[in-house]
């Protein structure tokens, strides 16, 4: 919507913040320059990075905060039920799965993430651990704290230069991974849900229609997808069965996304090389033991899910989330928002033109509900001067004949024009 646009969201924090400041619980680390600009923005913040499970339902109930802000902290149905006043939670990076979306619709709550901002990091890291597959970095720091000194076992590296870099996923942290793989002069290949033959040329690499199609072709594959439904297990015994012997996976996303199972056995029968920064069962917050049977596998390096964790990432990050509060404290309207709608039922829009007077949308709404019809989306848009303004309602029903006379009867409508909607899709902000 624009900034002339009146929102009509549930969960308007004007309502409640007229007086009061807005509470923020932020249940997870989060950079001080966050913090310190909250405050500025005249929040009242609570800070526990500690938080997980039953301490995060109580400490909801115990603050009732507008605003809750994670990192990695599990945010299940109990936690969102918890508050009263809850109306947004902002995950402090991209991925979003470790918030119920499902329960947060259901009570009117907005989910907002801070897609991209740590793309760099996670880049980084990726290539790190590339690298130290190929060269076996690990193994030798291990073998010379330990005193030995095998030089010849690990002179074999098969290098880089020259050879094919798959990327499953071309968002951000895709293309920044490809641009790394170019500097090192690597054939770079993709595929991704909306790449085209023609931007995959714009950017100087290959396309790829199919996803074990590039395991089949590629030196090294990295796995960049949002975690989901569609993409859980996209790694699976297919993909890893197409995997050329000795080649090199990384996975920076979510466990979610590899079959661990299959790949475990695609480690053993083909000498595969990977990196995980991310596992299929990661602890929770706190607990520092950590079992997973893949890291025991030779040939497998791991880092403890820490893409992101780049000072220049997290200050990024924090800016973001800040953003994003600020802009719903402002406008009432949720940036980089998750779970809008895609599609709603509403089957008819109403352009009611009209004075900007008071009662004239309550009219409307009253006749609208006399007659069935339920109000799906709308904006009222404010023109110059104020003096008048354009409702457009979108409803599910259809309205009668009878309603619209009555809705134009009013004394401050200018006129009521109604149209059909075919296969409505929401413009919100999309991550």
Not at 40 to 49: T, Y
Not at 136 to 163: F, T
Not at 202 to 210: A, F, P, V, W
Not at 249 to 263: E, F, I, K, P, Y
Request: charged share 20%.
């Amino acid at each position: 919507m624009s900034p002339t646009t009146t929102p009509a969201a549930a969960n308007d924090p004007k309502s409640t913040q007229d007086k009061n400041p807005a509470v923020v619980l932020l249940a997870d680390s989060f950079d001080a320059s966050g913090i310190a600009a909250l405050e500025q923005q005249g929040c009242k913040v609570h800070v526990d990075p500690s938080l997980e499970g039953e301490q995060l339902v109580a400490a909801i109930k115990e603050h009732d905060p507008q605003i809750l802000v994670v990192r990695s902290t599990k945010v299940p149905a109990d936690a969102i039920s918890a508050g009263q006043m809850l109306s947004l939670i902002v995950r402090a990076g991209a991925g979003y799965d470790t918030i119920d979306i499902n329960a947060a619709s259901a009570q009117g709550i907005s989910v907002a993430n801070c897609p991209g901002m740590n793309s760099l990091a996670v880049a980084e890291l990726a290539w790190g651990l590339i690298l130290s597959c190929d060269r076996r970095i690990p193994d030798q720091v291990a073998d010379l704290r330990e005193g030995n000194w095998k030089k010849k076992e690990y002179a074999k590296a098969a290098g880089l230069y020259g050879r094919t870099l798959g990327i499953v996923g071309l968002g951000r942290i895709g293309l920044a991974i490809a641009t790394r793989g170019q500097a090192f002069g690597m054939k770079v290949i993709a595929w991704s849900k909306d790449l085209t033959v023609e931007s995959a040329q714009e950017l100087g690499i290959d396309h790829c229609e199919d996803v074990t199609n590039l395991a089949r072709m590629s030196d090294v594959v990295t796995i960049n997808v949002s975690a989901n439904p569609e993409t859980r297990h996209l790694v699976n015994e297919s993909f890893c069965k197409a995997l050329r012997p000795g080649a090199i996976l990384v996975n920076t996303t979510r466990g979610s996304v590899v079959d661990q199972d299959a790949l475990t056995k695609a480690i053993r029968e083909k000498n595969l090389r990977v990196g995980m920064d991310v596992f299929a069962n990661e602890p929770s917050a706190g607990d520092k033991n950590f079992d997973d049977p893949i890291v025991q596998e030779p040939g497998v390096y791991g880092t403890h899910h820490v893409g992101a964790s780049t000072s220049q990432a997290q200050e990024a990050i924090a800016a973001e989330t800040v953003r994003v509060i600020k802009t719903w404290l402002d406008t009432g309207e949720v940036a980089n928002c998750v779970n809008l709608a895609t599609r709603t039922a509403a089957s008819e829009l109403l352009s009611i033109r009209h004075l900007n007077q008071p009662g004239v949308l309550a009219h409307v709404f009253e006749v609208l509900g006399r007659g069935g019809c339920n109000v799906e989306e709308m904006e009222n848009v404010i023109y110059a001067e104020a003096i008048a303004a354009c409702a457009r309602i979108q409803i599910a029903g259809s309205i009668q004949n009878q309603d619209l006379d009555e809705i134009r009867s009013h004394q401050h409508v200018i006129s009521v024009t109604r149209s059909p909607i075919k296969h409505h899709e929401q413009t919100g902000e999309r991550s």
